[in-house]
Nanobody, 124 residues
Framework: QVQLVESGGGLVQAGGSLRLSCAASGRSFSSYVMGWFRQTLGKEREFVATVTRSGTSTYYADSVKGRFTISRDNAKNTVYLQMNSLKPEDTAVYYC?????????????????WGQGTQVTVSS
């Protein structure tokens, strides 16, 4: 079991940066593959990025490659999403998620635990 709480969302101008954090409870954080998803009103929740248990492998949606970086600190039970060169189309609620297996990493249905989400709004 793991509980997830996102933070770091807010309002930023296009071209700016934000760093999202996801704090996880429990002592088994390193057992979970972690991911970030985002969702806009009227759209399906979409994959943003994921990081493996050790933090050595990462995967990104094409829409954020080169701009976003996912990382984790297992000692702090925290996963991060550094977002640079933000665009208005990045505006969404961003969710942190966890699962115990990497397969299907880009599908929200494959994740077992979810945070409440944090709003990111990018102005033009």
């Amino acid at each position: 079991q793991v509980q997830l709480v996102e933070s770091g969302g807010g309002l930023v101008q296009a071209g700016g940066s934000l760093r999202l954090s996801c704090a996880a409870s429990g002592r088994s954080f390193s057992s979970y593959v972690m991911g970030w998803f985002r969702q806009t009103l009227g759209k399906e929740r979409e994959f943003v990025a994921t990081v493996t248990r050790s933090g050595t492998s990462t995967y990104y949606a094409d829409s954020v490659k080169g701009r976003f970086t996912i990382s984790r600190d297992n000692a702090k039970n925290t996963v991060y999403l550094q977002m640079n060169s933000l665009k208005p189309e990045d505006t969404a609620v961003y969710y942190c998620a966890a699962r115990d297996y990497l397969g299907g990493y880009d599908s929200p249905t494959r994740y077992d635990y979810w945070g409440q989400g944090t709003q990111v709004t990018v102005s033009s």
